[in-house]
């Protein structure tokens, strides 16, 4: 792999040279204790140190809300929405991020089966990865996400002088090479930051486990007592799978123009934990009660990535850090390891 | 393609008229409703009204207070195919129904003194389903205007609006805000309430106040009060908070919750 090192004083050029691939979207403090992705106005208010931005940057690939199409009911006629998507920048994206981007390419970019508005943003964005220091809720060691091979077009890693690069595409490898200026070799003194910050950045995980058997603990304990009870606080908001990088369900709906002369399909992300999810044709529920809504999230989050070898969830912990009832999905996990099923 | 105008009336009972402004509001998109649409009974806007008609739809704004009002509405819904609670007083019976808890002389009473003379015989402010079948409920304090224009071109196409189910975080989130309970603690019942507004109130970083009503699908009112504990506010304070806009709301669920903590 390719290493290069931006210096501390070249750490807002490198930020406008960005901005020549794109319109450049970075982290942002949006309020006290919440970050997220927003537009870079000015690369003062980047922050390149944050937990865990409230939205992840599939926001950017699978719209939150959008129109599918449109049918003339006057003419019958069919048109999607013409888009014109520019090439942009994502800047400062965590491993786990990277990850869970991968997680939805393996879904939406599956061959021959390519969902078209993720598949064209896709293509356009451009990534720039940045090394994360975990919080309390931070599991993505857990679920080999903490590190990435690829999915990105640089990645920055701290060191003393400001950052070690790794390059990871052949577009990376071009804005290294047409902005050399920016750039220098590194020094033995830059891998051994690079060395001692991953090893804090390792030993600061609050976890350490395997979780490879967790999807079949939970099948085990489908009828565990423990799902009633912690479904209890739970709000049903959809916070939890909002915010998480690799849910993808939505629901779409109709709506006519005001004139009668269209009408519109739209699509909204939707939650497995609102109670019409399950609801299909005849009025039948599938996930009818709280505490089937509850739990199918976990076994959800935690099934198999046939094409990646993983599981959905890549341990970013935002489930857990943005769940207004403070209900932990890591705790709820180890607990339904640890309690006994049987009496003696 | 010619269409049969569908035949409309609006309704008030008591509330403030601000449903019916907002049908107003309306007012280019309105112009083309019209085409479609005969607004036989429109109290706000003309007096030309012809109440003796059958009607397609009739919205019906306010919440049921006064004998008249149940009337009124029993009118409404002989002559109507579809009738349709519009906006909070109608679907919850109102802010003017918070305190249903105590009977309406003792309410009286507590506001206007011991020396008060009421002639109008009026009661306890309640939702119109208390009083007639409803087939629609349009939430909001007042209903968002692309609420009401949802539901009349769906049903002049012949299909019909579905319902809001999801509750104000889901908008919420979509919008990127932060969010207030996590935040601030504060007590925010978007997580328990109808959405549709876009979180407004949220991404003005203020609290939702649950305007559009708790949800009707899914009661998770307990674990809101739970939730709402933990943040040290105090029982009364999560009671009043869910009934300033839902009276009737049954909140037994929500103290037995708080019992056990
Ligand atoms: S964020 Fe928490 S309270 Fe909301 S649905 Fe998820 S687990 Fe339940
Ligand atoms: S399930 Fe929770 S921890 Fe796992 S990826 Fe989703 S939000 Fe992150």
Redesign the interface.
């Known amino acids: 792999m390719r290493y290069t090192k931006l210096r501390k004083e070249n750490f807002h050029e490198f930020l406008r040279v960005l901005e020549r691939y794109g319109k450049v979207y970075a982290p942002h403090r949006?309020?006290?204790?919440?970050y997220?992705f927003?537009e870079m106005r000015d690369p003062n208010d980047v922050v390149t140190e944050y937990p865990r931005t409230?939205?992840p940057p599939k926001?950017f690939f699978f719209e939150?809300?959008s129109e599918l199409f449109k049918v003339g009911?006057?003419d019958f006629s069919y048109s999607t929405p013409e888009e014109d998507i520019q090439p942009f920048v994502i800047f400062g994206v965590h491993a786990y991020d990277i990850k869970g981007l991968m997680i939805l390419d393996s879904v939406y970019m599956e061959p021959g089966l390519e969902e078209k508005q993720y598949a064209v943003r896709r293509q356009k964005a451009l990534i720039v990865g940045i090394s994360d220091m975990p919080d309390q809720y931070n599991f993505s060691n857990v679920r080999n996400a903490d590190w990435v091979d690829e999915g990105f077009d640089l990645f920055l890693h701290p060191i003393e002088e400001g950052w070690l690069i790794r390059v990871g595409s052949p577009t990376g490898h071009k804005i290294i090479d047409d902005n050399s200026q920016l750039f220098h070799g590194t020094t033995l003194k830059d891998i051994d930051d690079f060395k001692e910050h991953e090893k804090r950045r390792q030993l600061s995980f609050p976890m350490c486990m395997s979780l490879s058997d967790v999807r079949y603990v939970l099948e085990v304990n489908w009828n565990n007592p423990i799902w009633e009870e912690e479904a209890?606080?739970?709000?049903?908001?959809?916070?939890c799978t909002?915010?998480c990088p690799t849910c993808r369900c939505y629901e779409v709906?109709?709506?006519?123009?005001?004139?009668?002369s269209s009408?519109s399909r739209f699509r909204?992300?939707?939650?497995c934990q609102?109670?019409?999810h399950g609801l299909v044709a005849g009025g039948e529920n599938f996930r009818e009660h709280?505490v089937d809504r509850f739990r199918h999230r976990y076994n959800c989050k935690n099934s198999y990535v046939k094409a990646l070898h993983c599981d959905f969830c890549v341990g970013c912990g935002r489930c857990t850090?943005?769940c207004?009832?403070?209900i932990s999905y890591m705790g709820i996990i180890t607990h339904l390891m640890e309690a006994k099923v049987h009496e003696d | 393609?010619e269409?049969r105008k569908l035949k409309v009336g609006i309704w008030a009972l008591t509330g403030c008229y601000g449903c019916q402004l907002n049908f107003v509001n309306l007012e280019d998109?309105l112009l083309?409703?019209v085409?479609?649409v005969d607004l036989e009974v429109f109290y706000m806007a003309t007096r030309a009204n012809n109440e003796e008609t059958n009607f397609d739809v009739s919205f019906i704004e306010g919440s049921v207070t006064t004998p008249e009002d149940e009337e009124e509405a029993k009118k409404a819904r002989e002559r109507s195919k579809y009738v349709v609670a519009l906006g909070n007083c109608a679907v919850n019976g109102g802010v003017q129904g918070f305190n249903s808890t105590q009977d309406f002389e003792t309410n009286i009473r507590t506001v206007y003194g011991d020396d008060a003379h009421f002639h109008l015989p009026f009661g306890l402010s309640k939702p119109l389903d208390s009083v007639i079948k409803v087939d629609f409920y349009l939430y909001g304090c007042p209903p968002e205007k692309k609420d009401y224009?949802?539901f009349l071109?769906?049903l002049?196409?012949g299909?019909w609006p579905?319902d809001w189910?999801?509750?104000v975080?889901?908008e919420c989130?979509?919008k990127?805000?932060?969010?207030v309970?996590?935040?601030r603690g504060e007590p925010?019942v978007?997580?328990?309430t109808v959405a549709g507004c876009e979180a407004r109130c949220p991404s003005h970083?203020v609290a939702c106040i649950g305007c559009r009503g708790p949800?009707k699908?899914?009661d998770?009112s307990?674990?809101?009060a739970?939730?709402f504990k933990?943040k040290e506010l105090p029982t009364d304070r999560i009671l009043d908070r869910m009934r300033l806009f839902s009276a009737y709301k049954d909140l037994s669920k929500v103290e037995e919750?708080l019992r056990n903590v």
């Open positions: 949006i309020s006290e204790k919440f997220d927003r409230v939205m926001k939150p809300l009911l006057r209890k606080r739970c709000l049903g908001c959809g916070n909002m915010t709906w109709d709506e006519p123009d005001v004139e009668l009408a909204r992300w939707d939650s609102f109670h019409d709280k850090a943005f207004p009832a403070g | 393609m269409r998109d083309k409703i085409q479609n224009i949802y071109t769906t002049l196409l299909t579905e189910t999801i509750p975080c889901a989130r979509l990127g805000n932060p969010c309970i996590i935040e925010c978007g997580p328990i970083n949800l699908v899914v998770n307990d674990a809101m739970l939730t933990g919750a």
